[in-house]
């Protein structure tokens, strides 16, 4: 499939602009951090900060007056938190992916966008932490879930999908944290002895831990990152079947299916990539790296995007198929029920936004138009937060009973917390993108032509 250059002719754009150097990237990128910062920025910043403060009303407020201040009810025992936290895991792995799998395979259009997609990583994991922390009930016992040797002799029932979550989760973000920092460890050093400031040099040094770009530091590094990648690969695929089987091994109509793993894991990278171009898009404009995040960038993380929508709309028909296809009537009703039960506009409204409104993309008018990208991004992250309620609270309150039937929404304190974990998203995110190079200015550097040059001689006199 053939795309048009930025320039406007047919051809493959390239990674990077032309006209940069070595010299260029590094001043370019470093300066972000290093100039005064922005009015805007603290606009911007004051509002996410402000936000997040919802978010923690609202877990001193359930504190103290518990779970009753949710929606929750008898049958539907799960909510918002379950809800949330699923989502926000998922929009966490587009950035193990780039950085991790796309490393592996080689493909150099990764280096403007893996640095703030592993940053997008762990500010989504955190949020997604919170979740299953208040939802316990006594937060401040959530230790016991970790198998640590005591007194009273208490372990973890290691059979509750719950103890899944909290190896599956801590795992993925310690691999992703250690993946991050190690490969931030040069351009620290940049920082470091570019920063006028006395107190960013003894910052930016001790960050950088020593690094001075011997030889030996980069073999090291090499061996370390690639290491990482490894490790961090099988748990794009991992952390996400293990969420899903908090539903799959449950015996209500709607969540016992073989097909959750691989349904829940490209649906998270579907999330992902719509997070990471909800970001990436508005970034290059504000930050002016339009040189560095090119068309070509919000091309191929477009199609991606579209190919994993693919897949989980097949995903969605393959629900309906088998739940008619066995022959079971609880599987028949729960497909009835989302079509045209009391959610069915929540059920209608998740097609259009994950279904339909990526389909746009086929399009080269909207492929080679940033902002309508966006916009395709943003109808999935509403259509993929619809999606983990439609599969939670459908399920839920139409189970075998009738009598035991409700409906459930989610009280103010419930939105409260789920925006102001948006607010702690966007807070953590802006005060990345302040302090830290966004773009990683070493592999920036090593995809300029002059850079491949010097490898491919160096590469030559060594054979």
């Not at 990077?16 to 603290?42: C, E, F, M, Y």
């Not at 470091?192 to 040099?201: F, G, L, N």
Request: aromatic content about 16%; hydrophobic content about 55%; proline content about 5%.
């Amino acid at each position: 499939m053939a795309d048009l250059s930025p320039d406007g002719r047919m051809g493959k754009p390239p990674v990077l602009a032309p006209g940069h150097t070595p010299a260029t990237v590094t001043d370019h990128i470093s300066a972000i951090v290093l100039r005064q910062t922005p009015r805007w920025w603290w606009v911007a910043f004051g509002i996410s900060f402000l936000v997040m403060q919802l978010l923690l009303v609202g877990i001193a407020y359930l504190v103290f007056e518990g779970v009753g201040i949710w929606g929750v009810n008898n049958p539907v025992g799960w909510g918002f938190a379950i809800i949330n936290f699923v989502w926000w895991i998922g929009i966490g792995h587009a950035g193990t992916l780039i950085s991790a799998i796309l490393l592996l395979l080689r493909q150099e259009w990764r280096t403007s966008i893996n640095r703030f997609a592993e940053a997008m990583t762990l500010f989504a994991v955190a949020c997604a932490g919170v979740f299953p922390l208040i939802h316990v009930g006594r937060p401040w016992l959530a230790y016991w879930l970790l198998p640590y040797p005591n007194t009273m002799g208490l372990w973890p029932n290691f059979r509750s999908p719950l103890i899944w979550d909290v190896f599956a989760v801590s795992t993925y973000a310690t691999v992703s944290a250690l993946f991050w920092y190690v490969g931030l460890i040069p351009d620290l050093a940049t920082l470091r002895d570019r920063s006028r400031r006395r107190w960013k040099k003894i910052v930016y040094g001790f960050a950088s831990m020593g690094w001075r770009g011997h030889a030996a530091h980069w073999h090291n590094y090499e061996v370390a990152y690639l290491l990482l990648a490894g490790l961090a690969t099988p748990l794009v695929v991992s952390v996400h079947t293990v969420v899903s089987f908090d539903f799959a091994v449950g015996q209500i109509a709607g969540w016992h299916a073989t097909i959750f793993p691989p349904y829940f894991v490209a649906g998270a990278v579907f999330a992902g990539f719509a997070m990471v171009l909800t970001l990436a898009i508005p970034l290059r404009e504000a930050f002016g790296l339009k040189d560095f995040i090119t068309l070509r960038h919000i091309q191929n993380m477009a199609k991606i995007m579209l190919t994993t929508g693919l897949i989980v709309g097949y995903g969605y028909l393959v629900e309906i198929f088998l739940a008619f296809y066995s022959g079971n009537q609880y599987e028949e009703f729960m497909i009835l029920n989302r079509i045209q039960g009391p959610y069915k506009i929540h059920w209608w409204a998740l097609l259009l936004c994950n279904v339909l409104a990526p389909q746009l993309i086929w399009v080269r008018r909207v492929r080679n138009s940033p902002w309508l990208v966006f916009l395709v991004a943003m109808f999935v992250n509403v259509g993929m937060w619809l999606e983990r309620f439609v599969i939670v609270v459908t399920s839920l309150s139409r189970d075998f009973l009738p009598s035991s039937w409700g409906t459930y929404s989610g009280t103010r304190w419930d939105w409260a917390i789920y925006v102001g974990t948006i607010g702690l998203f966007l807070s953590l995110l802006f005060l990345f993108v302040r302090f830290l190079p966004m773009i990683s200015i070493f592999e920036m550097r090593t995809i300029l032509p002059e850079a491949k040059d010097v490898h491919k001689k160096t590469g030559k006199a060594q054979g």
